[in-house]
Every structure is written in C-alpha cells, then in structure tokens.
C-alpha cells in the first residue's frame, strides 16, 4: 500500500466515514424495504440487496480504516454501521407492525419490569443505542450547518474583486470521527479560471475566512479547470 494515498479523502471512502442524513435516509429505505419483502409475495432477495446497500459500504470503510491504521476512519464508519443497523431494524419493526405482524410471546407488564440479567443487559444497550442516535442526529444537523457556512464564506471570497474571472463550479465539505467533535473539516473547491491565471492566495483566504466562521481547524483544497474561451467569427 501506498503511504502517500489519504484513504479518507477518496470520496468513495470518505462518503461514508460519519453518519449523514443520506445514510440515515438509505438505512430507513433499507428496513422498509426489507419489511415489505417479507410481508409481501415480493422475493425475500430484495431485503438482503437493500440491507446490504445500508451495511456493506460502512463495514468496508471499516475495514479500510483499520487496514490502513487510520482509526478515526474506522471510528466514523463503525458509528455509521451501528446506526445504520438501528436504524433498519426499528424501521422494520414500524413497517411490520403496519402491516399487522405481532409478536407471539408478548409478556405483561409486570414481566418486562423484572431484573432479570437479560433485561438490565437489553435496558443499557437500549439507552446507549438511543444515545448514539441522539448524538448523530445532532452530528448531521451540525454539518449541515457547516456545509451551508462553508458554501457562503466561499461565495463571499470569491465575490472579491481580484477574482472576478473565476467561475464556481462545485464545493465539497466532509469531515470524519473528528468531525463528529467539531475539530476538523475538509472542503473541496471546483473553479474555472482561464488558461495562465495564478491565484496562489485564495486557497489560504478560503481557509480562514471558513476556519473563522466555523471554528473548526479546516483543510481547504482548491482544484481548478481551465479553459479558453474564442470570440464569435
């Protein structure tokens, strides 16, 4: 293996280092899904392919994060594994109880309260799993935030008049594990310059006007795509 290949930033890879509301959206699809194969004449095929489209790119990402002894990688994508799992089963469960699927050995009341190890075993990993939910619902909103922060400070650099020549074609934010904590950030600018044109300051102005505004410690790489453009006749 290379050691000059950042594994996180292959887009691939890094797409599914930390929860997002896309992943939580494919997990959600994945367990509906899944639900109506087995409560349907639908081919019970379709539930493995549509789990697996939620599990498998995160349990890859795993491993290429322990592979590569990068372990905020394999954090971030073992975080999104866990969720992804909760997220397809409780969804199958709604999706099941919908359809008019019950549980056979539904117990009293009285009995789901007794401390037994099996119930106190189930209570911990209930709440821990509710905690991770919780923590990476908030994670999402927070890079939404930073997506919609970065996206503004890039126009606003941008908008200078020493770069009125360059045309905006894309911007990329992501962050990892460390991102989960509100440390780190990645962004990823697209423009279009003209053949010859050097802007060697604007990666360094994009860097701490976004670092200003989201306190976070940003790495900002700016990409550009030349062009030339003829007249008419």
């Known amino acids: 293996m290379s050691p000059t290949v950042d594994v996180g930033r292959i887009s691939v890879v890094g797409s599914f280092s930390t929860p997002t509301l896309l992943t939580l959206v494919i997990a959600v699809v994945a367990g509906a899904a899944g639900a109506l194969a087995l409560a349907t004449d639908l081919p019970v095929a379709i539930a493995g392919v549509a789990v697996a489209a939620a599990i498998v790119p995160a349990a890859a990402a795993v491993g290429i994060g322990v592979v590569w002894s990068q372990p905020l990688l394999a954090l971030g994508a073992f975080a999104l594994l866990l969720v992804n799992v909760v997220f397809i089963n409780l969804t199958a469960l709604v999706a099941l109880f919908g359809f008019g699927y019950r549980p056979s050995n539904l117990g009293g009341f009285s009995e789901s309260l007794s401390f037994t ?12 799993l509710v905690v991770l939910v919780v923590a990476v619902l908030f994670s999402t909103y927070q890079y939404f935030l930073f997506g919609q922060t970065v996206n503004r400070n890039v126009d606003e650099v941008l908008a200078q008049p020493e770069y009125s020549d360059l045309e905006l074609a894309s911007v990329s934010t992501e962050y990892g594990a460390a991102g989960l904590l509100g440390r780190e950030g990645s962004v990823t600018v697209v423009v279009a310059r003209t053949a010859g044109q050097q802007y060697p300051q604007l990666p360094e102005r994009l860097r701490n006007r976004i670092a200003a505004e989201t306190n976070r410690a940003v790495t900002v790489e700016v990409r550009f795509i030349e062009y030339r453009r003829v007249g008419a006749g």
């Open 117 to 128: 190890p099996q119930t106190v075993i189930s209570t911990v990993a209930t709440v821990a």
